[in-house]
T-cell receptor, first 114, second 110 residues
Framework: DGGITQSPKYLFRKEGQNVTLSCEQNLNHDAMYWYRQDPGQGLRLIYYSQIVNDFQKGDIAEGYSVSREKKESFPLTVTSAQKNPTAFYLC?????????????FGPGTRLTVL | EDQVTQSPEALRLQEGESSSLNCSYTVSGLRGLFWYRQDPGKGPEFLFTLYSAGEEKEKERLKATLTKKESFLHITAPKPEDSATYLCAVGGGSARQLTFGSGTQLTVLP
């Protein structure tokens, strides 16, 4: 089955720690995305990647970092510089990065700061 | 600035009671409008893409329509399993990426 996987499902972080969220897709999609979802708000874009070895900042990139070394993988690191990291994080992919192409989402990772 | 507004924020229906969800947008040069369904604690599930005014798409009890200013998601004779949050997103305009609305939380009571 083709799809997007995210791990872990739940993640707990202590203040001052960096944590990395995993995202893998086997859809052969070029573009991948990271969103943050908070209660009552729309999805907000953190980072996106149009192609391997390239990525761009989204609307709320401060305190986050990414890499895109393989087409299938787009991990997100939440650094200690992110002031309010508790949220639901969603990874998505699309066949191309255009405004006409639908994005497909993974199951999400819920991050909680202790 | 590109904006997407969904209404109502929450909607409670009795099983079999048809209704519509609204997605209003202000985007110059719409390239695509997307509807998703999201269950609690899960990622959004893709439902439909609409590209131009007048276009309609259907899937089971759901029908999505598009005008130049808004899109409607019509739910005919809903069942409790249709309970979810429905998200709308638009592509185009000044934003380089998709702009998402805040969603409509639908509850269908048996």
């Amino acid at each position: 089955d083709g799809g997007i996987t995210q791990s872990p499902k739940y993640l707990f972080r202590k203040e001052g720690q960096n944590v990395t969220l995993s995202c893998e897709q086997n859809l052969n999609h070029d573009a991948m995305y990271w969103y943050r979802q908070d209660p009552g708000q729309g999805l907000r874009l953190i980072y996106y990647s149009q192609i391997v070895n390239d990525f761009q900042k989204g609307d709320i990139a401060e305190g986050y970092s990414v890499s895109r070394e393989k087409k299938e993988s787009f991990p997100l690191t939440v650094t200690s510089a992110q002031k309010n990291p508790t949220a639901f994080y969603l990874c998505a992919s699309s066949i191309r990065d255009t405004p006409r192409d639908e994005q497909f989402f993974g199951p999400g990772t819920r991050l909680t700061v202790l | 600035e590109d904006q997407v507004t969904q209404s109502p924020e929450a909607l409670r229906l009795q099983e079999g009671e048809s209704s519509s969800l609204n997605c209003s947008y202000t985007v110059s040069g719409l390239r695509g409008l997307f509807w998703y369904r999201q269950d609690p604690g899960k990622g959004p599930e893709f439902l439909f893409t609409l590209y131009s005014a007048g276009e309609e798409k259907e899937k089971e009890r759901l029908k999505a329509t598009l005008t130049k200013k808004e899109s409607f998601l019509h739910i005919t004779a809903p069942k409790p399993e249709d309970s979810a949050t429905y998200l709308c997103a638009v592509g185009g305009g000044s934003a380089r990426q998709l702009t998402f609305g805040s969603g409509t939380q639908l509850t269908v009571l048996p």
